[in-house]
């Protein structure tokens, strides 16, 4: 018998644990932790509110978590309340799939300033985790700046655009519903440091803020390269910038009936966040681009605004005495193998890039990795020998059972129409568990 640990419930570890189910049948258990004592990592707490769809894949890791060899254990720290020194005397093999929670630091002058926040933070605001549930925003100031143009910006920016009303049916969490009801933000200024050509937004999730209610986005026409030159990009990225031009065509008349406003500031690099003790502008340098590299021009200008929110990438959770590649802000491995019996996959393997979806074969790809390492389980005790750990330590564990109990206390409580009403504060979601 194979005993395998998996250290995080997010995407990664679940398609670590059905990989590690298809490679070795019976004869293998899995262990996944959280130390949460909920499950499904960024399902739960990334991926936007308003994006139920994406959210359903869960039902496909609850399949796995309550099959016969697998079993979810939450409300462990693996790190503070089990070493991973631990977990390896125990396990044959530990799989880090942790993430990569933290920001990518924003390293301009003011980024230190009240009501600048990196992305993590703003949305784990309103998703509810409950690191980040007492951020209190204050969204009382007409223009608010987001940076970077991948997809996390896009969801910070409709996030903030949309109506109550357009919340329907999401699972955005009380406090984050009160705060956007009574928001005054009337212009969201998304910062490019590149150019059209150089952004990562998704079509789909682009093509979504020509849908709101109450804002509309606006692209300056002349920040577009010819037409022509789109033919040479990847389908995808062509797809995105067809649906720049479509907003660059929005007639004025349009906008000017919309009480929202969404601006692309392409070829704008931030250079500083001003404020006296909480920002009140941004100020901002015009780059140009050349062979896809931006430069400064040395013309600045400057925005003032009420709120920053950095959404510039993530980074991984460095383990003292693991390799880690800062530089990448991700975990050091050959394909996922980090030393010997200790693995990384999704986000902690490859850093923040991909869909959902690409931690799949991310998974299976380091599993095929693991099968040639592991021929065999060497006697190690693995669930047993954690659980007897866990019991002289008197952990407090959360099982599935004890999920489905959170989740449906959760349901409960869920306003009309709205799939859940998250707990945010870890004490209360084990009360419910008890209650
Ligand atoms: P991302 O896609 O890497 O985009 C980061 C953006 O920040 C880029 O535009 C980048 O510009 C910019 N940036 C980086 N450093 C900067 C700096 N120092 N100053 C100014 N701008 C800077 O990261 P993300 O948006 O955080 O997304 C992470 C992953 O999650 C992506 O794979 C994304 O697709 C995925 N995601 C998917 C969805 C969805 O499918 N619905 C939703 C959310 C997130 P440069 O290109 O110039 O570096």
Redesign the pocket.
Known sequence: MLHIAIVGSGPAGFYTAEAAQKQWGDDVTIDIFDMLPVPYGLIRS???PD?QS?KAVARRYEATACSDNCRFTGNVAIGRDVSIAELQELYDAVVMATGAPND?A??IPGAGLANVFG?AAFVGWYNGHPAFAGLDPDLSGETAVV?????????VARILAKTPAEFAGSDIVAHALDALKASRIRRIVI????GPH???M?PK?LGELAQLERASPRVDPRDLPDAGDDAMLEPGLRKSVTHLRSFAAIPASHHADMDVEIDFDFFA??CAIRGDGKVESVEVERTEVTAGR?TGTGETYTIPCGMVVS????QSSPIAGLPFDERAGRFASDEGRILPGLYCVGWARRG????IGTNRPDSIHVVERMAEDLKNGSGKPGRAGFDELAKRRGLKLVTFDDWKQIEAAEAARARDGAPREKFVDVDEMIAAREG
């Open positions: 990334g991926v936007a994006h994406i990518k924003l390293t992305s940076i970077g143009m991948g997809n996390v910006a896009l969801d910062l490019g440091r590149r150089q952004i990562m998704t999730e690099s931030p931006a959404c510039i990438g993530y923040p890039s991909g869909t």
